[in-house]
């Protein structure tokens, strides 16, 4: 039996509105999908951020117990320096003398060795030498008045003289020098810290 040209296309319609109606649905099926993922994002917001916080917080309490770890090793395995605060002065003047710049810095507390260490470069690069640093330490140790607290655990060495003659200070921390006035009182001091694992003073300042 022949299929009537009415009836191909009444089965042409018939086929595009059902595929048109399928397309549909899984449009709708998207749309109420997405919707749901939305709702449940927005009501579990805070939950989420809260949990992502944590994870955070964790790892980076992770890195800071790391450090610490570190960092005490370091200390637990550190002993450059003398078993008074005078003997680490001397040693460290002279590893200065010797311009050695790396035991130089190593007779400071491991936390402030590397701007130490810059500190020394910077004022050999910059004078030539490092007889101001080493006048520095040795006027004092030998002239500053040595104070400490009482368990004895933390010392400090204070030089304090009159000004005879204008002079002019350089200054680690900044491009400009100090100028003192003829009549003016300058400070020079060191602080020391024993190093509870090794026994060592260490300077701190």
């Known amino acids: 039996m022949k299929t009537s040209e009415a009836e191909l296309k009444k089965d042409e319609i018939q086929w595009t509105l059902k595929a048109y109606l399928k397309l549909m649905l899984w449009v709708l099926g998207g749309i109420v999908v997405v919707l749901t993922i939305l709702y449940f994002i927005g009501k579990y917001q ?11 917080m964790e790892r980076d309490g992770k890195k800071i117990e790391a450090e610490r770890a570190r ?35 190593q007779y400071f507390k491991i936390n402030y060795q590397d701007k130490v260490k810059a500190d020394i470069v910077k004022a050999l690069s910059d004078e030539g030498s490092l007889d101001y640093l080493i ?14 607290n009482g368990d004895v655990t933390r010392c400090g060495f204070t030089y304090r003289y009159k000004i005879v003659k204008e002079e ?27 190093n509870e694992y090794t026994g060592v003073w260490k300077i701190i300042q």
């Open 135 to 148: 006048n520095y330490a040795e006027d004092v140790l030998r002239m500053g008045k040595k104070t400490c």
């Open 46 to 56: 805070a939950q989420f951020e809260s949990l992502a916080y944590n994870n955070r």
């Open 168 to 194: 002019i200070l350089k200054s680690a921390d900044s491009k400009e020098n100090l100028v003192v006035l003829e009549g003016q009182y300058q400070l020079e001091n060191f602080d020391l810290e024993k």
């Open 71 to 105: 960092m005490l090793a370091l200390y637990k395995a550190d002993t450059f320096g003398g078993a008074t605060p005078e003997e680490t002065l001397e040693k460290y003047i002279q590893a200065l003398k010797k311009t050695d710049v790396n035991l130089a810095s």
